[in-house]
């Protein structure tokens, strides 16, 4: 896991783009009856938005909050690494879900009578497909990236020891 700020940054920009731009692709599958081919590329489209807010919101608001509700819950010195990274994703979506349906509404969808209704439809939608997805695919996905990139020294040495046996 990240260790140094940059690292916090490269691995909230890989989360980032692995998460909106599947959350997008399954958006636009929604509004437009069916995924098709297509979605993917038109997804690119709105992926660069998107993925400007959840990277602002995730680095300065739903960042430290998730992992200040995570920390309540889980104890990174007595639990489990497994379960404290569980529940920091959990907190993570259950903030930026919300949050990022709400800009997705106003940007998407218009501003109109119908908004709170609209905003509430398109988080109770897109809660499942982004719990699941982080927990499931993405989360493992990019820290296993994360890993190969950034290798711990120690770690290094250790398999470099362990293979010269």
Not at 46 to 55: D, K, N, P, R, T
Not at 92 to 112: E, H, R, W, Y
Request: proline share 4%.
């Amino acid at each position: 896991m990240p260790k140094t700020k940059f690292q916090d940054v490269i691995f909230t920009l890989l989360m980032v783009v692995v998460m909106v731009y599947a959350l997008v692709v399954y958006n636009i599958s929604l509004d437009r009856g069916g995924l098709t081919n297509e979605v993917f590329v038109m997804a690119f489209g709105e992926l660069v938005i998107m993925g400007i807010a959840a990277f602002l919101l995730e680095m300065f608001l739903v960042g430290p909050l998730a992992k200040k509700l995570a920390f309540s819950i889980a104890d990174p010195g007595k639990d489990r690494q497994i379960v404290v990274i569980l529940v920091v994703s959990a907190m993570t979506v259950c903030i930026m879900c919300p949050l990022m349906s709400l800009i997705a509404t106003l940007l998407f969808k218009g501003v109109d009578s119908q908004v709170v209704a609209k905003w509430l439809q398109t988080t109770v939608l897109n809660f499942p497909m982004a719990f699941c997805w982080q927990i499931f695919f993405a989360g493992p996905f990019v820290r296993w990236i994360f890993r190969h990139l950034f290798k711990d020294k120690e770690a290094c040495a250790g398999e470099a020891a362990a293979g010269a046996r």
